[in-house]
């Protein structure tokens, strides 16, 4: 992803000569302005519909009962992946704040855009808990945000449990330029899906701010919802850097198996060896 240089192009239209006027026309004009607005947009449009899905399925079963938890997890799942083959070529597919950051952090994602990515993510979360209340008849009891159902600890180490390895799955699929890239969304699509089966009756299994921040600020309960900021940040970031411990190359293996046949080749008493080898195999 490139990095838009948002405060270069202001020093340069800030330099000129210009009226103020073409100063502006210009700057809004820019390509990677025009660029950055796209992948902000992404983002509040990825995270609106992933919220108003998941979400959305656990209303209609508290409501009419007709999903069961497996249907909803499968929701979590299914959207998550649909949406990162969607909009993951334009903005990178985060959808989670929490994600952003732990790229941040490792330098897979520009500092600069950070605090973009995470208002775009919250206001999508908070426009899609928004329409599920005004197309649905809330009650406190229909509360379709996270509450730890045992104590808070325990919810808290489940969090990082699950954002732990949704975050290890994302480093290895779209930060390894050895992965098959292809296969990005399905394998995080079903690391969502596992984490709501197993964490779901705990936690909620949110992994994810800005899914449990929306719908706590629409419906004003905020019943240990520091869980759900402080879980899923460190839970992806030790995931992120337990990728990146094991990660040793970007090389392809092909790529490493080549390199390695050729030192082999290099040095006479490896070779030597390598033929007596290959001689004693063949008898």
Known sequence: MSDPQILTTLEEGAGSSPPTKSR?????????????????????????FLIFAGCGSIVVNKIYGSITFPGVA?????TAMVMIYSVGHISGAHFNPAVTLTFAIFRDFPLKQLPLYIVAQLLG???????????????PDDFFGTVPVGSYVQSLVIEIIASFLLMFVISGVATDNRAIGQMAGIAIGMTILVDVFVCGPVSGASMN???SIGPALIMKIFKGLWVYIVGPIIGTILGGFAYNLIRRTDKPLREITKSASMSIKSVPILKSMSRNTTFNSRT
């Open 24 to 48: 502006f026309s210009g700057l809004c004009s820019s390509s990677k302005i025009v660029h950055l607005l796209q992948k902000l947009i992404a983002e509040v449009l990825g995270t609106y």
């Open 74 to 78: 499968v929701v979590w799942g299914l």
């Open 125 to 139: 979360s908070i426009l899609a808990s928004g329409t599920l209340c005004l197309c649905f008849t809330l009650h």
């Open 209 to 211: 701010p800005a899914r």
